[in-house]
């Protein structure tokens, strides 16, 4: 089992930044690759952001390219979602997740555990 736990959302201004962070706890961080995903009211789930478990590789969807950037340490156990130039469309609770394939999946099925979410609002 794996637990984890988002932190670092809040309300921004539309082009302001936030970081969101994500802590885990349990099994060895190392082995799993980890995603952000978000839903907006009314939305399904979408994926975000995720980065393989070394670190190396790394997915945006095209919303997310040049404006997001997700990160991991392996050695604090967490990984880190920063999100630049923000729009009132990112409005969502954000979600990150482990998945133990270890691969920057975009598909929210590869993915095991799952946080409980922190909400990110962005203001016109």
């Known amino acids: 089992q794996v637990q984890l736990a988002e932190s670092g959302g809040g309300l921004v201004q539309a082009g302001g930044s936030l970081r969101l962070s994500c802590a885990a706890s349990?099994?060895?961080?190392?082995?799993?690759?980890m995603g952000w995903f978000r839903q907006a009211p009314g939305k399904e789930r979408e994926f975000v952001a995720a980065?393989?478990?070394?670190?190396?590789?790394?997915n945006y969807p095209a919303s997310a390219e040049g404006r997001f950037t997700i990160s991991r340490d392996n050695a604090k156990n967490t990984v880190y979602l920063q999100m630049n130039s923000l729009k009132p469309e990112d409005t969502a609770v954000y979600y990150c997740?482990?998945?133990?394939?270890?691969?920057?999946?975009?598909?929210?099925?590869?993915?095991?555990?799952w946080g409980q979410g922190t909400q990110v609002t962005v203001s016109s």
């Open positions: 349990g099994r060895t961080f190392s082995n799993y690759a």
């Open positions: 980065i393989s478990r070394g670190g190396g590789v790394t």
């Open positions: 997740a482990a998945g133990t394939g270890g691969v920057a999946s975009t598909n929210e099925r590869a993915y095991d555990y």
